[in-house]
C-alpha cells in the first residue's frame, strides 16, 4: 500500500527558506511521476511542481524561480526548496505520485496524480 508523508512545513519569518520533504512507502515503480501543490482555503488546489523519473520537470507560472523540486531515488523522497518565502507562500503543501509510464509527460501533472499525502502547513510571517 503506499502512502506519502509530508514533512518540514511551520512558522517562518518573510525572507527565509525552507524544504518539505515527502517520504514514500510501499512498492515504487521505477517510471513514476510526483509532484508537490498548495492550497490556501477558499481557493483551488495548485500545482507547485513536478517531477517525472526522467528528470523532466514541470513548474506553476509563480513557482518558476524560487521553488526547487528534487526527488532521492534511493530513499523515495521528494524534496520541494523554496526560497525567500513570502506571506503569499502560506498554504498546506501536499506531495502527490503517479506510479507507471502514463505520468512520465506530466502532461496531467495539474491535477495531481493518483496518491496524495496528508499535507503540511507552511505559515510565512510578515
Known amino acids: 500500500q503506499v502512502q506519502l508523508v509530508e514533512s518540514g512545513g511551520g512558522l517562518v519569518q518573510t525572507g527565509e527558506s525552507l524544504r518539505l520533504s515527502c517520504s514514500m512507502s510501499?512498492?515504487?515503480?521505477?517510471?513514476?511521476?510526483w509532484g508537490w501543490y498548495r492550497q490556501v482555503p477558499g481557493r483551488q488546489r495548485e500545482l507547485v511542481a513536478a517531477?517525472?523519473?526522467?528528470?523532466?520537470?514541470k513548474y506553476g507560472d509563480y513557482a518558476k524561480g524560487r521553488f526547487t523540486i528534487a526527488r532521492d531515488d534511493a530513499e523515495k523522497t521528494l524534496y520541494l526548496s523554496i526560497a525567500s518565502l513570502k506571506p503569499e507562500d502560506t498554504a498546506v503543501y501536499y506531495c502527490?505520485?503517479?506510479?507507471?509510464?502514463?505520468?512520465?509527460?506530466?502532461?496531467?501533472?495539474?491535477?495531481?496524480?493518483?496518491?496524495w499525502g496528508q499535507g503540511t502547513q507552511v505559515t510565512v510571517s510578515s
Open positions: 502527490s505520485l503517479g506510479l507507471g509510464s502514463g505520468y512520465l509527460d506530466l502532461e496531467d501533472a495539474d491535477n495531481g496524480f493518483e496518491y
Open positions: 510501499g512498492r515504487m515503480f521505477s517510471l513514476n511521476a
Open positions: 517531477i517525472s523519473s526522467e528528470g523532466k520537470t
